[in-house]
C-alpha cells in the first residue's frame, strides 16, 4: 500500500483565498484524522471521521474551516477565506484497529 | 481530559549513549499510549504503543518504553542513540486504539558526535 497520500504537499496562497487541502487514506482503514501543526500549538486535532461521518469537529478553529469525507477513499478539509495564521502543516492520518498512519502532511503558507 | 506532558524541550546526546525522553499523562482510565517520531519535513511514524499487558513495550529502531500506572509516565528508552535517530519525538494518549489522539510538544533530540 502506498500509504496515507496528501496533496498538496506545499501550497502558498494569499489571504482571503480558498485553500482545499486533500487526503486518501490507506484502503480499508475506517477512521480519519485531520491533524493540524504549529510551532505555537504543536499537534492538534481538528476533526475526526468514522466510517465518513464526522464524529468529533470540536477543534476545527472556527467556521472558514470546513471538512468532508464523500467516501471511504478521500477526504478534504477547505478554509475559505484563509489568513496568515492558518499557515501550518496539516496533517491526515487514517487508522486500522490499533495505530493511526499519517500522511506527509501539507505545508501551508497564507501570506 | 486528557493531556500530555512532554517536559524537555531539547534533548542532546552523544552518539552512542543512552536516551530517555519523558512523558507524562493525565487519563481517567487505562489509557492508550504510543510513541511517534517526526523527522525533519516528514509525517509521524509509530515507534511504539501500549494498550495493556505487559508494561514494558519494545518498539522499531530499538526503541523501548515503560508505562508506569503509579507515576502517569511513559517514558522512551533507547540504550545506545545513533545519529540517525536526531529528530522530534511525540508521545500521545487516546481513550481507545481508533479514537483521536492527544500529543505532547514534542522532544528535539539533538545527537552529537
Known amino acids: 500500500d502506498a500509504g496515507v497520500i496528501q496533496s498538496p504537499r506545499h501550497e502558498v496562497t494569499e489571504m482571503g483565498q480558498e485553500v482545499t487541502l486533500r487526503c486518501k487514506p490507506i484502503?480499508?482503514?475506517?477512521?480519519l484524522f485531520w491533524y493540524r501543526q504549529t510551532m505555537m500549538r504543536g499537534l492538534e486535532l481538528l476533526i475526526y471521521f468514522n466510517n465518513n461521518v464526522p464524529i468529533d469537529d470540536s477543534g476545527m478553529p472556527e467556521d472558514r474551516f470546513s471538512a468532508k469525507m464523500p467516501n471511504a477513499s478521500f477526504s478534504t478539509l477547505k478554509i475559505q477565506p484563509s489568513e496568515p495564521r492558518d499557515s501550518a502543516v496539516y496533517f491526515c492520518?487514517?487508522?486500522?484497529?490499533?495505530?493511526?498512519?499519517f500522511g506527509p502532511g501539507t505545508r501551508l503558507t497564507v501570506l | 481530559a486528557q493531556s500530555v506532558t512532554q517536559p524537555d524541550i531539547h534533548i542532546t546526546v552523544s552518539e552512542g549513549a543512552s536516551l530517555e525522553l519523558r512523558c507524562n499523562y493525565s487519563?481517567?482510565?487505562?489509557?492508550?499510549l504510543f510513541w511517534y517520531v517526526q523527522s525533519p519535513g516528514q509525517g509521524l511514524q509509530l515507534l511504539l504503543k501500549?494498550?495493556?499487558?505487559?508494561?514494558l513495550v519494545q518498539g522499531i529502531k530499538g526503541f523501548e518504553a515503560e508505562f508506569k500506572r503509579s507515576q502517569s509516565s511513559f517514558n522512551l528508552r533507547k540504550p545506545s542513540v545513533h545519529w540517525s535517530d536526531a529528530a522530534e519525538y511525540f508521545c500521545?494518549?487516546?481513550?481507545?486504539?481508533?479514537?483521536?489522539?492527544?500529543f505532547g510538544k514534542g522532544t528535539s533530540l539533538l545527537v552529537t558526535p
Open positions: 487519563y481517567g482510565a487505562t489509557p492508550y
Open positions: 492520518a487514517s487508522s486500522s484497529l490499533n495505530e493511526q498512519f
Open positions: 484502503s480499508g482503514h475506517n477512521s
Open positions: 501500549y494498550f495493556s499487558g505487559d508494561t
Open positions: 500521545a494518549v487516546g481513550a481507545n486504539s481508533g479514537y483521536a489522539l492527544n
